[in-house]
């Protein structure tokens, strides 16, 4: 989209009366902390508009050159090549004046369960779980386990984790869904191809600064941890169940043998789940008339297909197939991430426009 020089100007200003308002020696902390803040996230802004407005005047000064000019010729073919750099910088500009997700930042809660396809299922929720930490590798993540519920044949029933590190959420938010699997389970003798699901939610990590909680708001349960056939993992009362009565909200912990451990690691996931359900309730009223390129971010909603027998992936939400399956798999999923991303700003930037 085209900004115009109206536009750059008011950027202009707006970063210089920021400025300004910042050399006042009678300014209280707090404000400059925040005119502080303000003038860093503007700072981008001004600099993609500055390199718009200077090739915008070097082509126009080159068109001024007149024909019978001795140095035309040279212009000529230097407007070219400034022209040729406008666009581009143009949709720079534009993307920097995009609303920004304030959890974009934020490190994420990642949760994947086993649906539809039994032992299967959580075998490729398995998958996904490693597929994931793979990618987190290769990004300079880290993934800290919260808690896990493994399959009868492996894999994972649920399986919960925090991943942290530079832009997270960013990445990962549409990951978001149903994961399809189609391939022949070990099991199967006839060698037919099965189908099964997973659900991911990939929620940002919200901070005690990001969602307040009242303690009278919550129910809070001790008892015994118990594994598979009921055997007593630990003989105290160290699993921690938590109950978010407003919302219904429940979050259950027991794999840390402390009390306090667990009841942390619940409260972290809790809050994560309140806030994103705060999101999704702003994202709803915001965008009730349309839906996004790339999914509305309904959990239910199938996203992506893993197909072993033809060794590819395909994502439904922006029709990209990728024959790349064990790759993907091994965390080679930054064409598949960067096609969505750039998709959904496709999208914000024809909203904007």
């Known amino acids: 989209m085209i900004i115009s020089p ?26 400059f902390v925040q005119l502080s803040k303000d003038y860093a996230e503007l700072t981008p802004v001004v600099e993609a508009a500055a390199r718009v407005k200077a090739l915008r005047d070097e082509a126009e000064s080159l068109r001024a050159i007149p024909a019978d000019d001795e140095m035309h010729g040279l212009a000529q073919d230097e407007l070219g090549e400034i022209e040729a750099q406008i666009p581009a910088a143009e949709r720079a500009l534009a993307l920097r004046l995009l609303p920004t997700d304030k959890a974009d930042a934020k490190p994420a809660m990642l949760e994947i369960r086993a649906g539809t396809g ?29 808690s896990a519920s493994p399959g009868e044949m492996g894999g994972f029933k649920e399986i919960i984790a925090s991943v942290t590190g530079d832009s997270v959420f960013a990445r990962l938010k549409f990951e978001s869904g149903v994961h399809r699997v189609q391939r022949v389970p070990a ?5 037919r191809i099965h189908t099964s699901a997973a659900t991911v939610a990939v ?6 600064v990001d969602i307040q909680i009242d303690d009278k708001d919550l129910r809070i349960d001790i008892f015994r941890s118990s594994g598979p056939g009921g055997q007593s993992v630990n003989t105290t009362d160290s699993a921690v169940r938590i109950v978010h009565i407003p919302t219904g909200l429940m979050v259950q912990q027991q794999d840390e043998k402390s009390q306090h451990k667990n009841k942390a690691k619940a409260m972290k996931v809790l809050r994560s789940r309140l806030y994103d359900l705060e999101r999704s309730k702003v994202d709803q009223a915001r965008s009730a008339d349309r839906k996004a390129m790339v999914g509305s971010g309904d959990r239910s909603e199938r996203i992506r297909t893993y197909n072993f027998p ?44």
């Open 118 to 146: 039994g032992d299967e299922a959580a075998l490729f929720a398995g998958d996904l779980y490693r597929m994931y930490e793979r990618y987190a590798a290769t990004r300079g993540w880290r993934v800290e386990l919260v």
């Open 310 to 353: 033809q060794g590819r992936v395909t994502d439904h939400r922006i029709n990209l197939t990728l024959h790349r399956l064990p790759e993907i798999l091994e965390g080679a999923m930054d064409e598949l991430v960067s096609a969505l991303i750039a998709e959904d700003e496709a999208a914000r930037l024809a909203e904007l426009g």
């Open 203 to 208: 929620l940002p990590e919200a901070e005690e």
């Open 187 to 191: 099991t199967e003798t006839q060698g």
């Open 6 to 31: 109206e536009r750059i100007a008011q950027i202009e200003r707006r970063h210089a009366d920021l400025a300004a308002q910042m050399g006042n020696p009678a300014l209280a902390a707090d404000k």
